[in-house]
């Protein structure tokens, strides 16, 4: 079974200096039929206006996930990390414990595109921790390229959860299939593009929810760049 989730169902808001859409509750967006998918608990795709951001605040219990589109994100947190974050690096967070840190658009002319994303832990209360990492993936287009997984597999980055993220480039024509086993769900997130997940058409920021389904097949209808959640 695939259940769309288009882009234009999703919660939104405006605040002149963040434009952001929520795929699940978020904030004041709460829809009681999209809280999460799986251990799945936040996609927001935010626009972010130049010299503008997020000031220091606490996260708890929670593995997050940044992925830049375009521009880029200057990260400081509590626990001794400042970094800039690019497209093609993966950042992670585990927020454990506690922890507090600030986002700001580090351009003062541009705006920064990104995906944040929200996985909950298999485990509560671990010590706070931070990585990141540059996968580039757009250097070897048409295939799926690991960024997150439980134990940093394969040179992924570590998430505390039974979970793969996979990121991808691909040129239009492209094909490519994923073999999902019997008892894992998936979710796609189209960032740019179009592409069809077995026949079915999603465009630039639409979701995809999957579940009794083993094998996916996605072809790329224009250049696209997509996100794969493989999820207990």
């Known amino acids: 079974m695939i259940t769309i989730r288009k882009a234009n169902e999703r919660g939104h808001a405006n605040h002149g200096w963040l434009d952001t859409y929520h795929t699940f509750s978020f904030a004041s967006y709460q829809n009681p039929e999209h809280i999460q998918f799986r251990s799945l608990r936040v ?4 626009r972010i206006g130049s ?10 219990d929670m593995e997050i996930i940044t ?10 947190d509590n626990i001794g990390n400042g970094s800039i974050i690019q497209p093609g690096e993966v950042q992670r967070m585990s927020a454990g414990t506690g922890i507090l840190h600030s986002e700001y658009n580090h351009s003062k002319n541009d705006s920064v595109h990104l995906y944040q994303i929200w996985i909950i832990p298999d485990e509560m209360g671990i010590q706070p921790s931070y990585e990141q990492k540059s996968f580039h993936v757009e250097k070897d287009p048409g295939k799926l390229h690991l960024v997150a997984a439980k134990g940093g597999k394969n040179g992924a980055v570590t998430v505390h959860q039974d979970m793969g993220l996979y990121a991808g480039v691909l ?3 492209d094909r490519l299939s994923y073999a999902l086993d019997r008892d894992r769900y998936a979710w796609i997130q189209v960032a740019r593009g179009e592409i069809t997940l077995n ?11 999957v579940s ?12 696209a760049e ?7």
């Open 67 to 76: 992925y830049v589109l375009d521009g880029a994100l200057e990260h400081k």
């Open 212 to 223: 009794e389904e083993t094998d996916l097949d996605i072809e790329a209808k224009e250049d």
């Open 43 to 46: 996609i927001n795709e935010d």
């Open 171 to 173: 040129k239009t024509g």
């Open 51 to 60: 010299g503008a951001g997020f000031g220091t605040h606490g996260h708890r």
């Open 226 to 232: 997509i996100l794969l959640f493989d999820l207990a």
């Open 199 to 209: 026949g079915i058409a999603l465009k630039t920021s639409d979701g995809a929810a």
